[in-house]
């Protein structure tokens, strides 16, 4: 099964900051990347899939790259309501999804 | 809407197992795959396993080594986890998730905290 590494694990950031994330895959796959942002006692949500589009209502803000075996995460101008964990995920037809670590987004 | 409601609480002696269930609504149950997440006390997400409710395969994560059952009842509309031989270590919130048709979970139940304790 492809292994998924994130980081940083924690990353400190002001209002207005750009901020980026980095998941890294130990195999090349196409696409099949979402990003997720979960805050305490709440399940995640999907902000990005297949790499780089945006689920519906997700603000602009959030944009998603890569191809192979590196992907990110960026938010172009951080929020206060962006604080919370974030994570990548490979997924397939039939197949495990794979989880990063996290990435906790804390304030400055 | 659809919906995916799951069983309360447990808490549970290490050895024993526990049994989760998420019960559908809002959609034909049989057409979506559902999988089971799994997230311990400040941690990140875990994949347990996959179910197809349509014919009953599954698929597992190899983390938990056979000590994992999912199954449904397809006339209630309700999936189930089953973990065997608990450790602290299960000590988590587990959660089932619909598999929409890009592969992605587009619902999620309410979480089910499963605490191992002696």
């Known amino acids: 099964d492809i292994q998924m590494t994130q980081s940083p694990s924690t990353l400190s950031a002001s209002v207005g900051d750009r901020v980026t994330i980095t998941c890294r895959a130990s195999?090349?796959?196409?696409?099949?990347l979402a990003w997720y942002q979960q805050k305490p006692g709440k399940a995640p949500n999907l902000l990005i899939y297949k790499t780089s589009i945006l689920e519906s209502g997700v603000p602009s803000r959030f944009s998603g790259s890569g191809s192979g075996t590196e992907f990110t995460l960026t938010i172009s101008s951080l929020q206060p309501d962006d604080f919370a964990t974030y994570y990548c995920q490979h997924y397939n037809s039939y197949s495990p999804w794979t989880f990063g670590q996290g990435t906790k987004v804390e304030i400055k | 809407q659809v919906q995916l409601v799951q069983s309360g609480a447990e808490v549970k002696k290490p050895g024993a197992s526990v049994k989760v269930s998420c019960k559908a609504s809002g959609y034909t149950f049989t057409n979506y795959a559902m999988h089971w997440v799994r997230q311990a006390p400040g941690q990140g997400l875990e994949w347990v396993g996959w179910l197809n409710p349509g014919n009953g395969n599954t698929k597992y994560s190899q983390n938990f080594q056979g000590r994992v059952t999912i199954t449904r009842d397809t006339s209630a509309s309700t999936a189930y986890m089953e973990l065997s031989s608990l450790r602290s270590e299960d000590t988590a919130v587990y959660y089932c998730?619909?598999?929409?048709?890009?592969?992605?979970?587009?619902?999620w139940g309410q979480g089910t905290l499963v605490t191992v304790s002696s």
């Open positions: 998730a619909r598999e929409d048709t890009q592969y992605l979970p587009d619902c």
């Open positions: 195999q090349s796959f196409r696409s099949w």
